[in-house]
């Protein structure tokens, strides 16, 4: 019955978005009080519910989001991004502008939240599509599917490190294991899928007024020294803090500084105040000029926060109704290989419940037996459930609004490019994971 209620909740979203052309916003909420009172959620609770999953969405994004934007605004206004995309450009050639995204996109997003990575990526593809005459799109879906395949694969992000821990497993081999996986699941799911005919016909933009770059001549741009390290600023400092914690020891004070200083909110923060001095007070503008540009790059991402808001909201209400652990209860029954079970098992939750942190977490205890049982590799075994959980990205899934607005698609087009790509990804993490099997298990 509780897989019923998912299908027909996500088929009422779809419905009122795509039918009868209702707001996202409204759409997702109204889906969200669907689900809760058809699975038996207490009437009282349901709002609760609601009111958590948008808030704790957006207690992790908002100043994410905001800050990034700003970020990105200040580098888009001065010059910046033109100069790296320019530099890059004549370095790697205009016939390879993919790869480069790509390649720049999945270092950094070794460091970096998923989240933090698209806005701070975002200006410079802009860039890039403009420099290039390529459709942004083209550019997007590489960005996208590398920044999701470090974020379900390689530690130090949440999912991998929590099921690592969780599973007792060695999170430099996972590492190693993970790099291994994910380059050819990059280069599938990003320059090779969004040269499709059925990506390169959809039409992207950014919100107006967020990202709209122009043209700078050469003596108004600032060095690619200076526009390379504001962009990598904040990233240096996350890095730092990810290193930090694992050569200093735990209660020590220098590693209390470097991971405030390493926070994503504090790392971007201080970004936007380097960003601030070097391209606005440094460069003659005084501060007011300054903050209206800042200003002018928020008011589009209000409507974005709060859809990607709600996905939250639809997504919480799917785990207070104990559907995920439905689910894993539902799949433990099932006879498969172990490293299938693992994939199997976080694909369903993922497609339950949409958030690829709560697959991979939920799997992870499911699992945990079975891996006793068995004695395969605890490595590989996060890798499937990492694969598991990048699957489908649906509508439940915050990361599919947040695609879908800064892009300006439709939900059709989202499902067909940002859903196809995390599906591809969570196949081609599951058959790399059966390769290197036999090698590691000998």
Request: include cysteine; hydrophobic fraction near 55%; glycine fraction near 12%.
């Given at each position: ?102 390649i720049l996109s999945f270092i950094l997003g070794i460091v970096l939240f998923y989240e933090v990575g ?174 209206k540009m800042i200003e002018d790059s928020l008011g589009p991402i209000c409507l974005i926060l709060l ?136």
């Amino acid at each position: 019955m509780s897989l019923l209620i998912l299908i027909a909740g996500i088929a009422l979203l779809l419905i009122l978005i795509m039918g009868v052309r209702m707001s996202s916003l409204l759409a997702l909420i109204i889906a969200s009080l669907f689900v809760g009172v058809a699975e038996g959620i207490p009437f009282d609770k349901i709002f609760t519910s609601i009111e958590n999953g948008m808030g704790g969405t957006l207690g992790g994004l908002s100043m994410i989001i905001a800050f990034g934007t700003m970020l990105g605004k200040l580098l888009l206004e001065s010059g910046a991004a033109q100069r790296i995309s320019m530099t890059m450009m004549k370095k790697f050639g205009r016939k390879n502008v993919r790869w480069t995204v790509c390649i720049l996109s999945f270092i950094l997003g070794i460091v970096l939240f998923y989240e933090v990575g698209f806005v701070m990526l975002l200006p410079i593809i802009v860039s890039f599509a403009v420099s290039a005459g390529i459709p942004l799109l083209e550019l997007g879906i590489p960005m996208c599917a590398a920044l999701s395949v470090a974020h379900a694969f390689l530690p130090p992000h949440p999912g991998a490190t929590g099921v690592a821990i969780l599973l007792n497993a060695d999170i430099g081999l996972t590492l190693l294991y993970g790099i291994v996986i994910s380059i050819p699941c990059v280069i599938i799911s990003g320059p090779l899928f969004c040269k499709l005919g059925i990506i390169r016909r959809m039409k992207a933009s950014v919100p107006e007024g967020s990202f709209t770059p122009r043209t700078f001549r050469e003596e108004e741009m600032p060095s690619f020294g200076v526009s390379m390290f504001t962009a990598i600023f904040p990233v240096a400092l996350i890095a730092c803090s990810s290193i930090a914690k694992i050569l200093l020891p735990k209660d020590s004070s220098a590693l209390a500084v470097i991971d405030f200083i390493g926070n994503a909110d504090m790392a971007l923060l201080l970004g936007v105040l380097w960003a601030v001095y070097i391209f606005g007070i440094h460069r003659g503008h005084s501060m007011s000029e300054t903050m209206k540009m800042i200003e002018d790059s928020l008011g589009p991402i209000c409507l974005i926060l709060l859809v990607t808001g709600a996905g939250g909201s639809f997504k919480q209400v799917l785990v207070d109704s104990g559907l995920g652990a439905y689910i894993g209860e539902v799949m433990s029954q099932a006879s498969l290989s172990p490293y299938i079970f693992g994939w199997a098992v976080a694909s369903i939750i993922r497609l339950a419940v949409g958030s690829a942190t709560v697959a991979s977490l939920t799997s992870a205890g499911i699992v945990s037996p079975v891996l006793a049982a068995t004695g395969v590799s605890p490595e590989l075994m996060v890798l499937a459930i990492g694969s598991g959980s990048t699957m489908f990205g649906l509508v439940n899934n915050p990361g599919f609004w947040m695609y879908k607005e800064f892009f300006s698609l439709s939900v059709k087009d989202t499902l067909i490019s940002y859903s196809t790509l995390n599906t591809i990804i969570g196949v081609g993490g599951l058959v790399g994971v059966l390769i290197l099997s036999p090698l590691v298990n000998g």
